[in-house]
């Protein structure tokens, strides 16, 4: 028999060397772009968040900074209670140890009238002179004796003791459901047609407020708190997290022009017709995985600057409180709409 000779063909080690130190090289390049990826989607994640949260503040400064001084629609250029002015800040507090400082504003409007009872059979269509049982929903807020109520028609305004409240008595009249909040009010100086709006307002008298205030917080650091003079719940919890420092100045008439002081004038007047809000954001998380990407100043007043990236630095260990958190500068200027009553 013949046997009949065959090759074998197949790779030399030479060969599979190669091909297995390319390969390592394109795997390599593939996890590094992979893992670059990584880090750049998660601090453009973090970067959004801070955006985010900032627009949200300055919507929320835009609406209660637009409504200072709002006294409902019987308006007429005077101030209903109080002598307190409906704008008030204070520059630069301090709010930690080695941190920039930050500054507070205190806005006062008529906010949250009382919810109460349009239908005719449990509420009256109109409040004599004699004051009459109101009957409110229960998601209202419900003043307690001795508490003044500002009523409005918009012909005119006047305050009102709370005589009877259903958190002191029981009693039911008219009918009305079991269970039913009301309160009833002293005399008044003359019956109210409606639409009538009811407002509580302070104890001393004065419009309702709310106080914006950067605060140290367990969680991030830093937070800014949204403190309803009515909500005691307001002043435990943040209300943005990641505010390491709150900027306020105020847009004054100068003459024919516009100029930004940092403390409000002592009359205001109708001086005040803005404010630029200035907000100096942090991530909640430190990252050294990337370069820090705020060494830079950021000018958060026209006197001061602060540089979270050489802030407190340790020369011997190459690091500083500030190190490996980001920071974003955000500023947006506010016209006041009733600045004319200020």
């Known amino acids: 028999m013949k046997t009949q000779p065959f090759s074998v063909t197949g ?3 030479t060969e599979i060397m190669i091909a297995l130190v390319i390969s390592s090289i394109l795997l390599y390049g ?5 893992g670059s990826s990584r880090k750049t989607y998660g601090l453009q994640d973090e970067l959004a968040k801070l955006q985010d949260n ?3 503040i300055v919507e929320d400064l835009t609406f209660t900074l637009r409504m200072a001084g709002f006294q409902g629609c019987s308006k007429n250029g005077t101030t209903p209670l109080g002598n307190k002015p409906y704008i008030e800040g204070e520059n630069d507090e301090t709010v930690a140890n080695n941190t920039p400082p930050s500054d507070k504003i205190t806005v006062r409007y008529l906010s949250d009238p009382l919810v109460w009872y349009e239908k005719e059979h449990y509420s009256p269509r109109q ?10 929903d229960r998601d209202s807020y419900v003043p307690s004796v001795g508490e003044q109520v500002l009523i409005s028609d918009c012909h005119g305004w006047e305050s009102a003791k709370v005589t009877q409240s259903s958190a002191s008595t029981s009693t039911q009249t008219g009918g009305v459901p ?8 002293s005399s008044l100086n003359r019956s109210y047609e409606r639409p009538i ?14 106080t914006y205030q950067v605060k140290p917080d367990p969680s991030s650091g830093f937070a800014l708190y949204r403190i309803e003079e009515k909500n005691e719940e307001s002043e ?15 847009a004054v008439k100068a003459g024919a022009g516009i100029t930004y002081v940092d403390t409000l004038p002592n009359q205001l007047s109708d001086q005040v017709v803005g404010v630029r809000v200035t907000l100096l954001m942090r991530t909640a998380k430190q990252r050294f995985d990337l370069d820090d990407t705020t060494n830079r100043e950021f000018k958060l007043d026209p006197n001061f600057t602060y540089n979270p990236y050489t802030e407190n630095y340790d020369a011997s260990k190459k690091t500083g409180l500030e190190r490996g958190y980001r920071h974003r500068l ?3 200027t506010i016209a006041i709409r009733n600045a004319e009553f200020l």
């Open 178 to 185: 079991l269970g039913t909040l009301f309160i009833k009010l």
């Open 11 to 13: 790779f030399s080690l």
């Open 236 to 250: 435990k919890y943040p209300f943005v997290e990641g505010v390491e420092s709150l900027q306020i100045r105020y």
């Open 197 to 210: 709006d009811l407002y509580p307002v302070s104890e001393d008298g004065s419009l309702s407020s709310i």
């Open 127 to 136: 409040l004599a002179r004699t004051g009459d049982t109101l009957y409110l």
């Open 30 to 34: 593939v996890l590094s772009i992979m």
């Open 330 to 332: 955000f500023s947006s």
């Open 54 to 56: 900032a627009r949200f």
